[in-house]
């Protein structure tokens, strides 16, 4: 199923730890149809002005994303987050491009150690009810995850 011209919903529900525990991660219409909202407004675009987008991971089912340890309140699993990169480009770069260019819910530069362009990966939500331009960086620290303001 096309999401856009340039996506489908495989990419976004392709999940390693769904097929390794033979969990089910097919999406809801509802969750679709946010899933084709965070496309159309920030993917897409930046598809178009950029090239091709590697959705490391999209939606997680409940069970996928406890499996993997997300977050209880994760938008992976409601369809309106994506964790993303794109080769050849530094994912900094791209975090503070997406910031400067598209409004969003949580931009989340995670696991990114500087001079390291390839390092990490970068997160984005799209809730239309909640744009709040949220800029975090997410770091070990003492073996666990902090978030912190700005890249």
């Given at each position: 199923?096309?999401?856009?011209?340039?996506?489908?919903?495989?990419?976004?529900?392709?999940?390693?730890?769904?097929?390794?525990?033979?969990?089910?991660?097919?999406?809801?219409?509802?969750?679709?149809?946010?899933?084709?909202?965070?496309?159309?407004?920030?993917?897409?675009?930046?598809?178009?002005?950029?090239?091709?987008?590697?959705?490391?991971?999209?939606?997680?089912?409940?069970?996928?994303?406890?499996?993997?340890?997300?977050?209880?309140?994760?938008?992976?699993?409601?369809?309106?987050?994506?964790?993303?990169?794109i080769a050849g480009i530094d994912n900094k770069n791209l975090a503070v491009y997406i910031k400067?260019?598209?409004?969003?819910?949580?931009?989340?530069?995670?696991?990114?150690?500087?001079?390291?362009?390839?390092?990490?990966?970068?997160?984005?939500?799209?809730?239309?009810?909640?744009?709040k331009c949220e800029c975090l960086r997410a770091i070990k620290q003492n073996g666990k995850t902090?978030?912190?303001?700005?890249?």
């Amino acid at each position: 199923m096309k999401l856009s011209d340039n996506f489908t919903l495989d990419e976004f529900t392709k999940s390693e730890t769904a097929t390794r525990h033979g969990l089910n991660n097919t999406p809801s219409k509802e969750v679709i149809d946010n899933l084709v909202v965070l496309v159309t407004n920030v993917l897409q675009p930046l598809r178009s002005l950029i090239g091709p987008i590697s959705i490391t991971s999209g939606y997680r089912s409940p069970e996928v994303n406890t499996s993997i340890g997300g977050s209880k309140t994760s938008d992976h699993c409601l369809g309106m987050a994506a964790d993303i990169e794109i080769a050849g480009i530094d994912n900094k770069n791209l975090a503070v491009y997406i910031k400067d260019k598209y409004k969003y819910t949580q931009l989340i530069l995670e696991y990114y150690e500087d001079g390291k362009p390839s390092s990490g990966w970068v997160h984005v939500s799209y809730n239309p009810l909640d744009l709040k331009c949220e800029c975090l960086r997410a770091i070990k620290q003492n073996g666990k995850t902090i978030y912190l303001k700005g890249f």
